[in-house]
């Protein structure tokens, strides 16, 4: 299955060592915000688990980004009641938000860019795109 939506939460990776094998894992949920149908006015969300360091790695998650993810959804019973459990299977990055870049005086690039600009183009002319 796949939705779309912006990866609103990404929660601290949690980690182990499995009582069976004896071996280390760990795993990292994130929560992504979506809308089901148009006039939908507040986002559904949806929690996915990613199992692995290098797919962890591989994901490279970044809030506030548009994702589509796959994912396989499963249910498991403890202790009488039923939990669903969404897998994360992979992801496709839609639109990442850009950094604001900030230079070594600690100012964003566009800062820079609007002190560059003439306050005044000369005497009596005014820099300004009004017609008149």
């Known amino acids: 299955m796949e939705v779309i939506g912006v990866i609103s939460k990404i929660f601290e990776p949690r980690d182990g060592i499995s009582q069976r094998t004896g071996e280390q894992w760990v795993s990292q949920d994130f929560m992504i915000e979506y809308f089901w149908w148009q006039n939908q006015t ?36 403890y202790n009488g009641r039923w939990y669903n459990d969404m897998r994360f299977d992979g992801i496709e990055h839609i639109h990442r938000p850009k950094p604001e870049k900030q230079t070594l005086d ?15 183009a000369g005497e009596g002319e005014q820099n300004d795109d009004l017609p008149f």
């Open 106 to 120: 600690g100012k964003t690039d566009e800062h820079k860019e609007q002190q560059a600009k003439p306050a005044d």
């Open 42 to 77: 507040t986002p559904s969300k949806m929690v996915f688990s990613i199992f692995g360091a290098d797919r962890i790695q591989e994901a490279d998650l970044k809030e506030g980004e548009e994702v589509k993810v796959r994912y396989d959804g499963d249910a498991r019973e």
